[in-house]
């Protein structure tokens, strides 16, 4: 018998391999033809959100309009529950933005207020039993840039005051007086809530209108000499009692006074400018480097 006959007509392997490679891409476009029909699918799927549609954005505590704002589908895998939905457009307008809005960016709930933010808001809480006094004073000489709103100070007054000159002194006549410079603690501990640049201007209403600018504006007007000087202090705005008012204003009328001022520790105190720490960095940064 003849076996090399037998041998021809085994499998050949060969072709069982070619057999698996074709069944591979069969597998494959059978795959590739289900995701793209289920991406497909999800393409279709979409949800109408609102988001920005203005050049240069929307500036912080701006009032929002239609013209601003247009609507825009999403896949609905991408969409979450703090954006703002197409169907919610006659709610949006005519409220406030919280902070600068950037072109094309997708509008969130957490970016719209209802009601425009107050100007010095901290005079809104402030107790009834307590005043605010302006100080005018040298800021190189009480703390340079260190001291800040919501900073804690200690202040004491320096004035002349006569006294007699003829206590245990047999040669000064009776009724004799001379000046003399006496010094007193004026406030233990009270807190700056505030400060006026040269121009009498809150300066932590400056750097909340900077922080209204785009972030490219906003730094071009923070690098300007304008700018640095708008946050230079002249004078403090103090939270008091009334009993530290009426003292202070005692004082105040006496000759060649002179207040000290130092600045007591941050352990207890809530610093305004330290809820702008980025902002607050970039001006120390520019300061230093025009310096």
Do not use: C
């Not at 069982?16 to 033809?33: D, G, M, P, Q, R």
């Not at 340079?144 to 804690?152: A, F, K, N, Q, V």
């Not at 005692?250 to 006074?257: A, E, H, L, S, V």
Request: charged share 30%.
């Amino acid at each position: 018998m003849d076996l090399s006959t037998v041998k021809s007509v085994s499998p050949n392997k060969k072709l069982f391999k070619k057999i698996l490679a074709l069944l591979f891409s069969i597998a494959v476009i059978v795959a590739s033809f289900i995701v793209l029909n289920n991406a497909n699918e999800a393409a279709k799927d979409t949800v109408e959100v609102l988001k920005v549609n203005q050049t240069g954005g929307i500036q912080a505590y701006a009032v929002i309009t239609e013209k601003q704002i247009k609507k825009y589908s999403i896949i609905r895998k991408e969409y979450t529950e703090d954006m703002v939905l197409a169907e919610d457009l006659s709610s949006v307008t005519n409220q406030y933005s919280k902070y600068y809005l950037r072109d094309g960016g997708i509008l969130y709930k957490d970016q719209l207020m209802e009601e425009k933010p107050l100007q010095n808001e901290w005079l809104y809480e402030l107790g009834e039993e307590h005043e605010v006094l302006t100080l005018p004073y040298n800021f190189l000489e009480a703390g340079g840039d260190i001291l800040m709103p919501g900073d804690r100070v200690r202040i004491r007054v320096s004035y002349e005051q006569e006294v007699s000159d003829s206590a245990g002194n047999p040669n000064v006549s009776y009724g004799s007086t001379k000046t003399q410079m006496k010094t007193e603690v004026l406030f233990d501990s009270i807190e700056v809530r505030d400060m006026l640049n040269s121009s009498s201007h809150s300066i932590y209403e400056v750097y909340k209108e900077v922080l209204k600018l785009s972030e490219d504006k906003r730094q071009e007007v923070m690098k300007s000499n304008d700018f640095l000087k708008s946050i230079q202090p002249r004078s403090l705005l103090l939270e008091g009692t009334r009993e530290q008012i009426d003292k202070f204003a005692k004082f105040n009328g006496y000759d060649g006074k002179k207040y000290l001022i130092t600045i007591l520790s941050r352990k207890n105190s809530q610093v305004i400018l330290d809820q702008l720490p980025t902002l607050q960095r970039e001006v120390e940064s520019w300061i230093k480097t025009k310096d």
